[in-house]
Protein backbone atom coordinates (compact mmCIF):
# COMPACT_ATOMS: atom_id res chain seq x y z
CA UNK A 1 0.00 0.00 0.00
CA UNK A 2 1.18 3.36 -0.94
CA UNK A 3 0.21 6.68 -0.71
CA UNK A 4 -1.64 8.95 0.98
CA UNK A 5 -5.38 8.61 1.51
CA UNK A 6 -7.76 10.83 -0.15
CA UNK A 7 -9.41 13.33 1.36
CA UNK A 8 -12.45 12.03 0.35
CA UNK A 9 -11.89 8.75 2.20
CA UNK A 10 -11.13 11.16 5.31
CA UNK A 11 -14.72 12.94 5.14
CA UNK A 12 -16.47 9.91 4.70
CA UNK A 13 -14.60 8.01 7.63
CA UNK A 14 -15.90 11.14 9.99
CA UNK A 15 -19.19 11.36 8.34
CA UNK A 16 -19.74 7.52 9.11
CA UNK A 17 -18.20 7.75 12.59
CA UNK A 18 -20.88 11.61 12.90
CA UNK A 19 -24.03 9.53 11.79
CA UNK A 20 -22.99 6.88 14.92
CA UNK A 21 -22.70 9.71 17.54
CA UNK A 22 -25.81 11.50 16.22
CA UNK A 23 -27.56 8.15 16.14
CA UNK A 24 -26.58 7.51 19.46
CA UNK A 25 -26.77 10.86 21.27
CA UNK A 26 -30.23 11.75 19.37
CA UNK A 27 -32.07 8.70 21.01
CA UNK A 28 -31.43 9.82 24.41
CA UNK A 29 -33.15 13.20 23.90
CA UNK A 30 -36.53 13.05 25.46
CA UNK A 31 -39.66 12.47 23.95
CA UNK A 32 -40.83 15.99 25.60
CA UNK A 33 -38.11 17.75 24.19
CA UNK A 34 -38.26 16.84 20.52
CA UNK A 35 -39.59 20.21 19.18
CA UNK A 36 -36.60 21.66 20.50
CA UNK A 37 -34.40 19.12 19.31
CA UNK A 38 -35.80 20.28 15.94
CA UNK A 39 -35.34 24.03 16.06
CA UNK A 40 -31.81 23.67 17.76
CA UNK A 41 -30.46 21.41 15.35
CA UNK A 42 -31.74 23.81 12.26
CA UNK A 43 -29.46 26.48 14.24
CA UNK A 44 -26.52 23.51 13.90
CA UNK A 45 -27.04 22.47 10.49
CA UNK A 46 -26.94 26.33 9.93
CA UNK A 47 -23.19 26.43 10.45
CA UNK A 48 -23.29 25.68 7.28
CA UNK A 49 -22.84 29.74 7.29
CA UNK A 50 -19.24 28.90 7.30
CA UNK A 51 -19.08 27.66 3.56
CA UNK A 52 -21.02 30.74 2.85
CA UNK A 53 -18.60 32.81 5.08
CA UNK A 54 -15.80 31.69 2.72
CA UNK A 55 -17.61 32.00 -0.70
CA UNK A 56 -18.25 35.62 0.31
CA UNK A 57 -14.67 35.64 1.45
CA UNK A 58 -12.60 37.29 -1.81
CA UNK A 59 -11.22 40.85 -1.50
CA UNK A 60 -13.14 42.02 -4.70
CA UNK A 61 -16.56 41.75 -4.87
CA UNK A 62 -18.37 39.66 -7.49
CA UNK A 63 -21.03 37.54 -9.23
CA UNK A 64 -19.76 34.75 -6.54
CA UNK A 65 -19.24 36.91 -3.12
CA UNK A 66 -22.48 38.20 -3.40
CA UNK A 67 -24.45 35.05 -3.60
CA UNK A 68 -22.30 34.50 -0.65
CA UNK A 69 -22.80 37.23 1.18
CA UNK A 70 -26.68 36.26 0.53
CA UNK A 71 -26.37 32.70 1.56
CA UNK A 72 -24.31 34.34 5.07
CA UNK A 73 -27.81 36.17 5.47
CA UNK A 74 -30.11 33.18 4.88
CA UNK A 75 -28.46 31.01 7.53
CA UNK A 76 -27.71 34.01 9.78
CA UNK A 77 -31.34 34.16 9.54
CA UNK A 78 -31.28 30.06 10.64
CA UNK A 79 -28.38 30.52 13.65
CA UNK A 80 -30.06 33.56 15.54
CA UNK A 81 -33.55 32.46 15.34
CA UNK A 82 -33.11 28.78 15.72
CA UNK A 83 -30.79 29.42 19.02
CA UNK A 84 -33.01 32.30 20.12
CA UNK A 85 -36.62 30.00 19.75
CA UNK A 86 -34.82 27.15 21.29
CA UNK A 87 -33.83 28.92 24.26
CA UNK A 88 -37.87 30.93 24.19
CA UNK A 89 -38.74 27.28 24.30
CA UNK A 90 -36.81 25.74 26.78
CA UNK A 91 -37.30 28.81 29.22
CA UNK A 92 -40.77 27.60 29.41
CA UNK A 93 -39.73 24.25 30.73
CA UNK A 94 -38.11 25.24 33.57
CA UNK A 95 -38.82 24.08 37.19
CA UNK A 96 -41.38 26.39 38.57
CA UNK A 97 -40.45 28.04 41.75
CA UNK A 98 -42.36 28.72 44.99
CA UNK A 99 -45.06 30.62 44.43
CA UNK A 100 -43.62 33.92 46.09
CA UNK A 101 -40.72 34.09 44.14
CA UNK A 102 -42.47 33.76 41.31
CA UNK A 103 -44.95 36.80 42.38
CA UNK A 104 -41.29 38.80 42.91
CA UNK A 105 -40.53 37.60 39.51
CA UNK A 106 -43.43 38.88 37.65
CA UNK A 107 -43.55 42.24 39.64
CA UNK A 108 -39.69 43.05 38.76
CA UNK A 109 -40.74 41.97 35.36
CA UNK A 110 -43.83 44.02 34.93
CA UNK B 1 -3.94 31.12 11.38
CA UNK B 2 -2.58 27.30 10.01
CA UNK B 3 -5.12 25.62 8.29
CA UNK B 4 -4.40 23.18 11.40
CA UNK B 5 -5.26 25.54 13.79
CA UNK B 6 -8.13 26.29 11.78
CA UNK B 7 -9.33 22.13 11.66
CA UNK B 8 -8.63 22.31 15.34
CA UNK B 9 -10.99 24.82 15.87
CA UNK B 10 -13.79 23.26 14.19
CA UNK B 11 -13.27 20.02 16.42
CA UNK B 12 -13.61 21.96 19.10
CA UNK B 13 -17.23 23.68 17.80
CA UNK B 14 -17.90 20.10 16.62
CA UNK B 15 -17.45 18.59 20.09
CA UNK B 16 -20.07 21.40 21.50
CA UNK B 17 -22.46 20.51 18.87
CA UNK B 18 -22.70 16.75 20.28
CA UNK B 19 -23.01 18.35 23.51
CA UNK B 20 -25.83 20.71 22.92
CA UNK B 21 -27.83 17.27 21.62
CA UNK B 22 -26.66 15.49 24.55
CA UNK B 23 -27.99 18.32 26.98
CA UNK B 24 -31.63 17.79 25.28
CA UNK B 25 -31.65 14.51 27.39
CA UNK B 26 -33.38 16.38 30.36
CA UNK B 27 -35.09 19.33 30.59
CA UNK B 28 -32.85 20.32 33.42
CA UNK B 29 -29.71 20.50 31.57
CA UNK B 30 -31.51 21.19 28.11
CA UNK B 31 -30.79 24.80 28.71
CA UNK B 32 -26.60 24.39 29.24
CA UNK B 33 -26.86 22.49 25.87
CA UNK B 34 -28.48 25.33 24.24
CA UNK B 35 -25.83 27.62 25.23
CA UNK B 36 -23.10 24.93 24.44
CA UNK B 37 -24.62 24.97 21.01
CA UNK B 38 -23.84 28.62 20.92
CA UNK B 39 -20.93 28.68 22.12
CA UNK B 40 -19.86 26.24 18.87
CA UNK B 41 -21.32 28.21 16.34
CA UNK B 42 -19.57 31.38 17.55
CA UNK B 43 -16.37 29.56 17.49
CA UNK B 44 -16.91 28.17 13.81
CA UNK B 45 -17.94 31.56 12.67
CA UNK B 46 -15.10 33.29 14.40
CA UNK B 47 -12.91 31.34 12.99
CA UNK B 48 -13.64 31.06 9.46
CA UNK B 49 -14.35 34.94 9.45
CA UNK B 50 -9.99 35.29 10.26
CA UNK B 51 -9.11 33.39 7.12
CA UNK B 52 -11.87 36.26 5.26
CA UNK B 53 -10.74 39.60 3.44
CA UNK B 54 -14.14 41.09 2.83
CA UNK B 55 -15.67 40.92 6.66
CA UNK B 56 -17.24 44.21 6.53
CA UNK B 57 -19.58 42.58 3.74
CA UNK B 58 -20.06 39.45 5.23
CA UNK B 59 -21.11 41.30 9.03
CA UNK B 60 -23.19 43.41 7.53
CA UNK B 61 -24.88 40.06 6.17
CA UNK B 62 -24.60 38.81 9.30
CA UNK B 63 -26.02 41.27 11.08
CA UNK B 64 -29.25 41.37 8.67
CA UNK B 65 -30.07 37.73 8.61
CA UNK B 66 -29.49 37.84 12.28
CA UNK B 67 -31.33 40.48 13.20
CA UNK B 68 -34.41 39.39 11.25
CA UNK B 69 -33.93 35.88 12.75
CA UNK B 70 -34.10 37.03 16.54
CA UNK B 71 -37.36 39.18 15.72
CA UNK B 72 -38.92 36.24 14.40
CA UNK B 73 -37.76 34.20 17.53
CA UNK B 74 -39.17 36.02 19.96
CA UNK B 75 -42.44 37.27 17.98
CA UNK B 76 -43.59 33.44 16.79
CA UNK B 77 -46.53 31.53 18.60
CA UNK B 78 -45.63 28.64 20.43
CA UNK B 79 -48.79 27.37 17.84
CA UNK B 80 -46.76 28.55 15.19
CA UNK B 81 -43.54 26.71 15.84
CA UNK B 82 -43.92 23.81 12.46
CA UNK B 83 -44.15 27.06 10.42
CA UNK B 84 -41.75 28.70 11.60
CA UNK B 85 -39.12 25.10 11.62
CA UNK B 86 -40.31 24.32 7.95
CA UNK B 87 -39.36 27.95 6.84
CA UNK B 88 -35.77 27.42 8.68
CA UNK B 89 -35.36 24.46 6.49
CA UNK B 90 -36.11 25.73 3.70
CA UNK B 91 -33.67 28.80 4.24
CA UNK B 92 -30.72 26.09 5.12
CA UNK B 93 -31.90 24.55 1.75
CA UNK B 94 -31.41 27.24 -0.11
CA UNK B 95 -27.83 28.56 1.23
CA UNK B 96 -26.44 24.95 0.44
CA UNK B 97 -27.39 26.32 -2.94
CA UNK B 98 -26.54 29.59 -2.97
CA UNK B 99 -22.98 27.84 -1.59
CA UNK B 100 -22.91 25.57 -4.24
CA UNK B 101 -23.36 28.11 -6.95
CA UNK B 102 -20.66 30.08 -5.72
CA UNK B 103 -18.64 27.16 -6.04
CA UNK B 104 -18.82 26.43 -9.07
CA UNK B 105 -18.67 29.85 -9.87
CA UNK B 106 -15.36 30.61 -8.65
CA UNK B 107 -13.65 26.68 -6.78
CA UNK B 108 -10.46 28.65 -5.79
CA UNK B 109 -12.49 31.07 -3.37
CA UNK B 110 -13.48 28.48 -1.42
CA UNK B 111 -10.62 26.65 -1.46
CA UNK B 112 -11.50 23.86 -3.65
CA UNK B 113 -8.51 22.97 -6.93
CA UNK B 114 -9.25 24.53 -10.31
CA UNK B 115 -9.91 22.97 -12.68
CA UNK B 116 -12.90 21.17 -10.08
CA UNK B 117 -11.48 16.84 -9.69
CA UNK B 118 -14.68 14.67 -10.26
CA UNK B 119 -14.94 14.16 -6.70
CA UNK B 120 -15.71 17.58 -5.43
CA UNK B 121 -18.28 17.89 -8.11
CA UNK B 122 -19.98 14.53 -7.58
CA UNK B 123 -20.11 16.12 -3.79
CA UNK B 124 -21.29 19.55 -4.96
CA UNK B 125 -23.52 18.15 -7.03
CA UNK B 126 -25.00 15.84 -3.92
CA UNK B 127 -25.34 19.15 -1.77
CA UNK B 128 -26.87 21.16 -4.05
CA UNK B 129 -29.42 18.69 -4.93
CA UNK B 130 -30.40 17.72 -1.49
CA UNK B 131 -30.19 21.70 -0.63
CA UNK B 132 -32.51 22.36 -3.35
CA UNK B 133 -35.25 19.51 -2.68
CA UNK B 134 -35.28 21.01 1.08
CA UNK B 135 -35.79 23.97 0.48
CA UNK B 136 -38.90 23.60 -2.18
CA UNK B 137 -40.39 21.08 -0.20
CA UNK B 138 -40.21 22.72 2.83
CA UNK B 139 -41.46 26.30 0.67
CA UNK B 140 -44.63 23.70 0.28
CA UNK B 141 -44.43 21.92 3.60
CA UNK B 142 -45.18 25.56 4.91
CA UNK B 143 -47.71 26.65 2.79
CA UNK B 144 -49.06 23.10 4.36
CA UNK B 145 -48.96 23.91 7.68
CA UNK B 146 -49.83 27.60 7.11
CA UNK B 147 -52.97 26.90 6.18
CA UNK B 148 -52.19 28.72 2.68
CA UNK B 149 -54.28 26.12 0.47
CA UNK B 150 -57.13 28.68 -0.54
CA UNK B 151 -54.94 30.95 -2.14
CA UNK B 152 -52.73 28.57 -4.11
CA UNK B 153 -53.77 24.57 -4.40
CA UNK B 154 -50.28 23.54 -4.20
CA UNK B 155 -50.44 24.34 -0.43
CA UNK B 156 -53.65 22.53 -0.13
CA UNK B 157 -53.38 20.19 3.15
CA UNK B 158 -55.69 17.79 1.62
CA UNK B 159 -52.92 15.27 -0.67
CA UNK B 160 -52.77 16.51 -4.31
CA UNK B 161 -52.60 13.30 -6.37
CA UNK B 162 -52.21 12.69 -9.60
CA UNK B 163 -52.38 9.38 -11.94
CA UNK B 164 -48.21 8.19 -12.80
CA UNK B 165 -47.51 10.80 -10.38
CA UNK B 166 -44.25 8.57 -9.06
CA UNK B 167 -43.18 7.69 -12.55
CA UNK B 168 -42.93 11.15 -13.09
CA UNK B 169 -40.84 11.89 -10.28
CA UNK B 170 -38.56 8.25 -11.14
CA UNK B 171 -38.27 10.02 -13.95
CA UNK B 172 -37.07 13.50 -13.16
CA UNK B 173 -34.82 11.76 -11.10
CA UNK B 174 -33.16 9.79 -13.30
CA UNK B 175 -32.93 12.71 -15.54
CA UNK B 176 -31.45 14.82 -13.12
CA UNK B 177 -29.06 12.03 -12.53
CA UNK B 178 -27.99 12.38 -16.40
CA UNK B 179 -27.19 16.02 -15.81
CA UNK B 180 -25.58 15.50 -13.32
CA UNK B 181 -23.31 13.04 -14.50
CA UNK B 182 -23.14 15.52 -17.81
CA UNK B 183 -21.90 18.03 -15.21
CA UNK B 184 -19.09 15.28 -14.28
CA UNK B 185 -17.68 15.47 -17.40
CA UNK B 186 -18.13 19.02 -18.41
CA UNK B 187 -15.21 21.38 -18.09
CA UNK B 188 -15.51 25.30 -16.91
CA UNK B 189 -17.62 27.13 -18.18
CA UNK B 190 -19.45 24.37 -20.35
CA UNK B 191 -20.38 22.87 -17.20
CA UNK B 192 -22.64 25.51 -16.07
CA UNK B 193 -25.98 24.64 -18.17
CA UNK B 194 -26.20 20.68 -17.08
CA UNK B 195 -25.63 22.21 -13.35
CA UNK B 196 -28.53 24.89 -13.63
CA UNK B 197 -30.50 22.41 -15.34
CA UNK B 198 -30.15 19.77 -12.53
CA UNK B 199 -31.15 22.24 -9.88
CA UNK B 200 -34.06 23.28 -11.89
CA UNK B 201 -35.35 19.70 -11.65
CA UNK B 202 -34.35 19.62 -7.97
CA UNK B 203 -36.30 22.05 -7.41
CA UNK B 204 -39.86 21.04 -9.18
CA UNK B 205 -38.64 17.44 -8.02
CA UNK B 206 -38.95 18.91 -4.32
CA UNK B 207 -42.15 20.54 -4.88
CA UNK B 208 -43.67 17.27 -6.33
CA UNK B 209 -42.34 15.07 -3.10
CA UNK B 210 -44.23 17.19 -0.67
CA UNK B 211 -47.47 18.00 -2.02
CA UNK B 212 -48.97 14.25 -2.39
CA UNK B 213 -48.68 13.81 1.88
CA UNK B 214 -51.64 15.10 3.54
CA UNK B 215 -52.23 17.43 6.85
CA UNK B 216 -52.28 14.43 8.82
CA UNK B 217 -48.45 13.39 8.01
CA UNK B 218 -47.02 16.66 8.80
CA UNK B 219 -45.10 15.65 11.83
CA UNK B 220 -43.04 13.24 9.44
CA UNK B 221 -43.00 15.36 6.61
CA UNK B 222 -40.58 18.00 9.07
CA UNK B 223 -38.91 15.43 10.63
CA UNK B 224 -37.72 14.20 7.19
CA UNK B 225 -37.02 17.46 6.19
CA UNK B 226 -34.98 18.27 9.20
CA UNK B 227 -33.14 15.52 8.06
CA UNK B 228 -32.76 16.51 4.47
CA UNK B 229 -31.51 20.00 5.47
CA UNK B 230 -28.64 18.20 7.93
CA UNK B 231 -27.95 15.99 4.58
CA UNK B 232 -27.22 18.99 2.50
CA UNK B 233 -24.83 20.73 5.30
CA UNK B 234 -23.28 17.52 5.23
CA UNK B 235 -22.62 17.50 1.55
CA UNK B 236 -21.86 20.82 1.40
CA UNK B 237 -18.99 19.96 3.96
CA UNK B 238 -17.81 17.47 1.77
CA UNK B 239 -17.24 19.50 -0.98
CA UNK B 240 -15.41 21.97 1.23
CA UNK B 241 -13.45 19.44 2.91
CA UNK B 242 -14.70 20.35 6.15
CA UNK B 243 -14.95 18.03 8.74
CA UNK B 244 -17.11 20.27 11.28
CA UNK B 245 -19.21 20.62 8.73
CA UNK B 246 -20.18 17.10 8.10
CA UNK B 247 -20.20 16.51 11.39
CA UNK B 248 -22.98 18.81 12.14
CA UNK B 249 -24.32 18.16 9.08
CA UNK B 250 -24.95 14.06 10.25
CA UNK B 251 -25.78 14.78 13.43
CA UNK B 252 -28.59 17.00 11.95
CA UNK B 253 -29.49 14.42 9.45
CA UNK B 254 -29.85 11.28 11.52
CA UNK B 255 -31.78 13.35 14.39
CA UNK B 256 -34.46 14.36 11.64
CA UNK B 257 -33.91 10.54 10.37
CA UNK B 258 -35.25 9.02 14.15
CA UNK B 259 -37.73 11.74 14.64
CA UNK B 260 -39.39 10.56 11.00
CA UNK B 261 -38.88 6.77 12.56
CA UNK B 262 -40.85 7.72 16.18
CA UNK B 263 -43.56 9.67 14.00
CA UNK B 264 -44.17 7.00 11.70
CA UNK B 265 -44.41 4.03 14.86
CA UNK B 266 -46.48 6.35 16.30
CA UNK B 267 -48.88 6.46 13.69
CA UNK B 268 -48.02 2.55 12.77
CA UNK B 269 -47.77 4.03 9.03
CA UNK B 270 -43.97 2.76 7.50
CA UNK B 271 -41.91 5.62 5.97
CA UNK B 272 -42.61 4.57 2.72
CA UNK B 273 -46.16 4.26 2.54
CA UNK B 274 -46.25 7.78 4.16
CA UNK B 275 -43.69 9.43 1.29
CA UNK B 276 -45.94 7.81 -1.45
CA UNK B 277 -48.96 9.52 0.33
CA UNK B 278 -52.70 10.50 -0.46
CA UNK B 279 -53.52 9.14 2.52
CA UNK B 280 -56.43 10.50 4.14
CA UNK B 281 -58.64 11.31 0.99
CA UNK B 282 -59.93 7.76 0.10
CA UNK B 283 -60.92 7.23 3.49
CA UNK B 284 -62.76 10.73 4.08
CA UNK B 285 -65.22 9.95 1.99
CA UNK B 286 -66.08 6.09 3.20
CA UNK B 287 -66.78 7.91 6.67
CA UNK B 288 -69.41 10.30 5.46
CA UNK B 289 -71.77 7.62 4.59
CA UNK B 290 -71.61 6.56 8.32
CA UNK B 291 -74.85 5.62 9.88
CA UNK B 292 -76.29 8.50 11.99
CA UNK B 293 -75.43 6.80 15.84
CA UNK B 294 -76.53 8.53 18.94
CA UNK B 295 -74.39 9.98 21.26
CA UNK B 296 -74.21 11.45 25.18
CA UNK B 297 -73.82 14.89 25.47
CA UNK B 298 -73.63 16.96 28.30
CA UNK B 299 -72.99 20.43 29.40
CA UNK B 300 -69.67 21.57 30.37
CA UNK B 301 -71.32 22.35 33.93
CA UNK B 302 -72.45 18.36 34.43
CA UNK B 303 -68.52 17.82 33.26
CA UNK B 304 -67.14 20.10 36.01
CA UNK B 305 -69.66 18.23 38.84
CA UNK B 306 -68.02 14.71 37.46
CA UNK B 307 -64.37 15.98 37.23
CA UNK B 308 -65.14 17.37 41.14
CA UNK B 309 -66.38 14.40 42.36
CA UNK B 310 -63.30 12.23 40.62
CA UNK B 311 -60.38 11.09 42.44
CA UNK B 312 -57.82 11.10 39.78
CA UNK B 313 -58.67 13.11 35.93
CA UNK B 314 -56.20 12.08 33.23
CA UNK B 315 -56.47 15.10 30.53
CA UNK B 316 -55.79 14.07 27.13
CA UNK B 317 -54.53 17.35 25.20
CA UNK B 318 -54.86 17.13 21.12
CA UNK B 319 -54.51 19.42 18.42
CA UNK B 320 -57.98 20.87 18.67
CA UNK B 321 -56.56 22.43 21.89
CA UNK B 322 -53.75 24.44 20.39
CA UNK B 323 -56.44 25.61 17.53
CA UNK B 324 -58.57 27.01 20.28
CA UNK B 325 -55.88 28.15 22.55
CA UNK B 326 -57.10 26.87 25.21
CA UNK B 327 -53.79 25.83 27.11
CA UNK B 328 -54.11 28.25 29.51
CA UNK B 329 -57.53 27.74 30.39
CA UNK B 330 -56.85 23.86 31.12
CA UNK B 331 -54.53 24.43 33.53
CA UNK B 332 -56.59 26.70 35.39
CA UNK B 333 -58.73 23.87 35.54
CA UNK B 334 -56.02 21.13 36.33
CA UNK B 335 -55.53 23.87 39.42
CA UNK B 336 -58.87 23.98 40.31
CA UNK B 337 -59.16 20.11 40.13
CA UNK B 338 -55.98 19.99 42.51
CA UNK B 339 -57.39 22.55 44.76
CA UNK B 340 -60.38 20.04 45.76
CA UNK B 341 -58.00 16.77 45.90
CA UNK B 342 -57.99 15.75 42.42
CA UNK B 343 -54.64 14.26 41.61
CA UNK B 344 -54.35 15.18 37.71
CA UNK B 345 -52.01 14.08 34.95
CA UNK B 346 -51.84 15.11 31.51
CA UNK B 347 -51.45 11.99 28.63
CA UNK B 348 -49.69 13.05 25.48
CA UNK B 349 -49.74 10.92 22.50
CA UNK B 350 -46.40 11.07 20.52
CA UNK B 351 -48.43 12.90 17.31
CA UNK B 352 -50.33 15.18 19.26
CA UNK B 353 -49.79 18.53 17.56
CA UNK B 354 -48.35 19.27 14.77
CA UNK B 355 -44.81 18.40 14.95
CA UNK B 356 -42.60 15.86 17.71
CA UNK B 357 -43.22 17.12 21.21
CA UNK B 358 -45.68 19.93 19.96
CA UNK B 359 -48.24 19.23 22.54
CA UNK B 360 -45.08 19.27 25.54
CA UNK B 361 -44.26 22.74 24.41
CA UNK B 362 -47.56 23.91 24.10
CA UNK B 363 -48.12 22.70 27.35
CA UNK B 364 -44.79 23.93 29.23
CA UNK B 365 -46.31 27.49 28.07
CA UNK B 366 -49.14 27.43 30.02
CA UNK B 367 -46.81 26.70 32.75
CA UNK B 368 -47.84 23.52 33.08
CA UNK B 369 -45.17 21.31 35.08
CA UNK B 370 -43.51 18.75 33.01
CA UNK B 371 -43.83 16.19 36.38
CA UNK B 372 -47.57 16.73 35.77
CA UNK B 373 -47.20 15.44 31.75
CA UNK B 374 -46.67 11.51 30.61
CA UNK B 375 -45.60 10.15 27.33
CA UNK B 376 -47.69 7.29 26.17
CA UNK B 377 -45.80 4.15 27.19
CA UNK B 378 -45.42 5.64 31.14
CA UNK B 379 -49.69 6.26 31.57
CA UNK B 380 -51.48 4.00 29.42
CA UNK B 381 -51.88 1.33 32.15
CA UNK B 382 -53.13 4.01 34.53
CA UNK B 383 -56.55 4.88 32.45
CA UNK B 384 -57.53 1.82 34.21
CA UNK B 385 -57.53 3.00 37.45
CA UNK B 386 -58.54 7.02 36.69
CA UNK B 387 -62.14 8.21 37.64
CA UNK B 388 -62.30 10.83 34.71
CA UNK B 389 -60.59 10.68 31.13
CA UNK B 390 -61.34 14.10 29.55
CA UNK B 391 -59.96 14.47 26.13
CA UNK B 392 -59.74 17.84 24.40
CA UNK B 393 -60.04 18.41 21.05
CA UNK B 394 -57.95 14.96 20.38
CA UNK B 395 -59.40 11.90 18.17
CA UNK B 396 -57.70 9.01 16.44
CA UNK B 397 -55.09 9.31 19.26
CA UNK B 398 -57.63 7.56 21.34
CA UNK B 399 -59.61 5.63 18.89
CA UNK B 400 -60.05 2.07 20.21
CA UNK B 401 -60.60 1.03 16.75
CA UNK B 402 -56.86 1.03 16.47
CA UNK B 403 -57.10 -2.05 18.59
CA UNK B 404 -59.61 -3.81 15.76
CA UNK B 405 -57.91 -6.15 12.96
CA UNK B 406 -58.88 -4.67 9.69
CA UNK B 407 -59.66 -1.19 10.41
CA UNK B 408 -57.28 1.28 8.83
CA UNK B 409 -55.57 2.35 11.82
CA UNK B 410 -55.16 -1.16 13.20
CA UNK B 411 -51.90 -1.49 14.98
CA UNK B 412 -51.65 2.19 15.84
CA UNK B 413 -50.66 2.76 19.57
CA UNK B 414 -53.47 4.72 21.46
CA UNK B 415 -53.78 5.90 24.59
CA UNK B 416 -56.06 3.81 26.26
CA UNK B 417 -58.53 6.64 27.42
CA UNK B 418 -61.63 4.09 27.12
CA UNK B 419 -60.36 2.02 29.68
CA UNK B 420 -61.10 5.07 32.58
CA UNK B 421 -64.54 4.48 34.31
CA UNK B 422 -65.75 8.19 32.52
CA UNK B 423 -64.72 9.21 29.60
CA UNK B 424 -65.41 12.85 28.74
CA UNK B 425 -65.17 14.11 25.08
CA UNK B 426 -64.46 17.69 23.74
CA UNK B 427 -65.05 18.75 20.56
CA UNK B 428 -66.55 21.32 18.26
CA UNK B 429 -68.80 18.51 16.00
CA UNK B 430 -69.09 14.72 15.64
CA UNK B 431 -66.53 16.05 12.66
CA UNK B 432 -63.99 12.63 11.76
CA UNK B 433 -60.27 13.62 13.14
CA UNK B 434 -57.34 13.25 10.21
CA UNK B 435 -57.38 9.29 9.67
CA UNK B 436 -61.29 10.19 8.05
CA UNK B 437 -62.15 7.56 10.73
CA UNK B 438 -65.79 7.05 13.35
CA UNK B 439 -64.48 6.78 16.98
CA UNK B 440 -66.06 4.11 18.77
CA UNK B 441 -65.17 6.02 21.91
CA UNK B 442 -67.86 8.85 21.02
CA UNK B 443 -70.31 5.87 21.55
CA UNK B 444 -69.94 3.94 24.34
CA UNK B 445 -72.48 4.48 27.34
CA UNK B 446 -69.54 5.98 29.87
CA UNK B 447 -69.26 8.46 27.54
CA UNK B 448 -70.32 12.18 27.40
CA UNK B 449 -69.60 14.26 24.53
CA UNK B 450 -69.11 18.05 25.19
CA UNK B 451 -69.73 19.92 22.47
CA UNK B 452 -68.07 23.57 21.57
CA UNK B 453 -64.92 24.95 21.21
CA UNK B 454 -62.08 24.10 23.75
CA UNK B 455 -61.53 26.47 25.21
CA UNK B 456 -65.00 28.33 25.91
CA UNK B 457 -66.01 24.90 27.45
CA UNK B 458 -62.69 24.40 29.55
CA UNK B 459 -63.45 28.07 30.72
CA UNK B 460 -66.83 27.22 31.62
CA UNK B 461 -65.96 23.93 33.62
CA UNK B 462 -63.65 26.34 35.58
CA UNK B 463 -66.39 28.51 36.55
CA UNK B 464 -68.14 25.57 37.36
CA UNK B 465 -66.18 24.26 39.59
CA UNK B 466 -65.05 27.69 41.56
Redesign the interface.
Known amino acids: MTGTV ?3 I ?2 LI ?2 VL ?2 F ?3 H ?35 Q ?5 V ?30 EPKAEKKAEAKAGH | MTANQVALWYLV ?1 SVF ?2 L ?3 G ?5 T ?2 R ?2 LF ?2 I ?2 VI ?2 LV ?2 A ?4 IA ?2 V ?11 V ?3 R ?1 E ?1 TQ ?1 PE ?2 AA ?2 S ?2 G ?3 V ?2 A ?3 V ?2 PA ?3 IPVPMPT ?1 NKL ?1 LFIGSFVGAVTFSGSVIAFGKLAGLGKSFRLFSSAPVVFKGQHMLNLLLAIVMVAFGVWFFLADAPGHWFPFLVMLAIAFVLGVLIIIPIGGADMPVV ?2 ML ?1 SY ?2 W ?3 G ?3 S ?17 A ?2 SY ?1 MCKAMNRSFINVILGGFGAAEGVAAGSAEQRSVKSGSSDDAAFIMGNAESVIIVPGYGLAVSRAQHAVKELAHALTEKGVNVRYA ?1 H ?1 VAGR ?4 M ?2 LL ?2 A ?1 V ?2 DQ ?1 F ?1 MEDINSEFGTADVALILGANDVVNPLALKPGSPIHGMPILDAYKAKTVIVNKRSMATGYAGLDNELFYMDKTMMVFGDAKKVVEDMVKALE
Not at chain 1, 67 to 73: E, P
Not at chain 2, 60 to 70: D, E, K
Not at chain 2, 355 to 358: E, F, I
Open positions: DPTVNVFAVVGYVVWTVTPALHTPLMSVTNAISSVIIVGAILAAGPAIDFGSIGAVAVALAAVNVFGGFLVTRRMLEMFKKK | AFIALKLSHPSARGNGIGMAVTLLTKNMILAIAIGGAIGAVAKVMMLVMHLVMAALIIAANNSIGGEISNSGAAAIGFLNNPMLIIAGSLVGSSGILIIPMPGHNVAEEPYVE
